[in-house]
Nanobody, 124 residues
Framework: QRQLVESGGGLVQAGGSLRLSCAASGRTFSSYAMGWFRQAPGKERDFVAGISWNGGSAYYADSVKGRFTISRDNAKNTVYLQMNSLKPEDTAVYYC?????????????????WGQGTQVTVSS
């Protein structure tokens, strides 16, 4: 059974950093693009970052460009999201997901496997 498990969330002060991990099990996802999304209370789930299967291309939401970095280690079947200069508006549940072969990175309907999410809370 395919499974994605996010970890690394927590409470951090504004300006701080966190590194999220998304570990895949049950099947290798090394040949698939991956993405991170987030959902704040009362809001829709938004794209944060995406990465191609080999890590050669990365995509970011404008709100996180220059602060967040997505990366992957296919040998470990793990995708990471390094988050620096965190702001209170980054507070949300963060999800990783496996992207389908076609379609935009930016749309959540183009992802077909999701983790359970990890909470990130940034205090002011």
């Amino acid at each position: 059974q395919r499974q994605l498990v996010e970890s690394g969330g927590g409470l951090v002060q504004a300006g701080g950093s966190l590194r999220l991990s998304c570990a895949a099990s049950g099947r290798t996802f090394s040949s698939y693009a991956m993405g991170w999304f987030r959902q704040a209370p009362g809001k829709e789930r938004d794209f944060v970052a995406g990465i191609s299967w080999n890590g050669g291309s990365a995509y970011y939401a404008d709100s996180v460009k220059g602060r967040f970095t997505i990366s992957r280690d296919n040998a470990k079947n793990t995708v990471y999201l390094q988050m620096n200069s965190l702001k209170p508006e980054d507070t949300a549940v963060y999800y990783c997901a496996v992207k389908t072969p076609r379609g935009s990175y930016y749309t959540d309907t183009n992802y077909n496997y999701w983790g359970q999410g990890t909470q990130v809370t940034v205090s002011s």
